[in-house]
């Protein structure tokens, strides 16, 4: 599947040729139940002086496994709970080829993926918090 509408704010060649088609369950951190827009902003989005051009950046951190998110969790304490941010939940959603691309970007072995999105996909709609 060709997807030719990226947002804006993607870097040229990005999602990345190595970006499979979007099909797993995935799991992600959002701060609403239930999920809204906002809680599907990217690193690039949210502070593009530090991000914007940066494709990993441009994309949504997802796991394939919920009990590595949950480890991440404990290891990053503030991703879960910050001074001025409010309690994290986890969200799941089993992604199509419409719901864009996705790539394998482990740290540690994890099943860590970037999930990039198409412009005019509405990521909350589909997102239903489990935790």
């Known amino acids: ?4 509408t990226w947002p ?7 999602p990345p040729s190595e970006a499979k088609d ?8 959002v701060s609403s139940n ?5 809680d599907f902003e990217s690193w690039a989005q949210r502070y593009p002086k530090k991000w914007l051009g940066n494709c990993k950046a441009s994309g949504l951190s997802v796991f ?14 503030g991703m879960v709970k910050g001074k001025s941010s409010p309690e994290k939940l986890i969200a799941s959603a089993t992604l199509s080829p419409e719901a ?12 860590h993926h970037t999930w ?11 997102f239903k918090v489990v935790t």
């Open 116 to 126: 990039w999105p198409p412009a005019d996909f509405n990521c909350a709609t589909i």
């Open 22 to 29: 979007a099909s797993a369950e995935v799991f992600r951190l």
């Open 100 to 111: 864009g691309k996705l790539m394998h970007t482990p740290s540690d072995g994890n099943s």
């Open 8 to 14: 804006s704010f993607f870097p040229p060649q990005c």
């Open 1 to 4: 599947m060709t997807i030719e």
């Open 34 to 38: 239930p999920p809204s827009v906002n």
């Open 64 to 77: 394939t496994s919920k009990a590595d998110l949950l480890q991440m969790t404990r290891r990053v304490r």
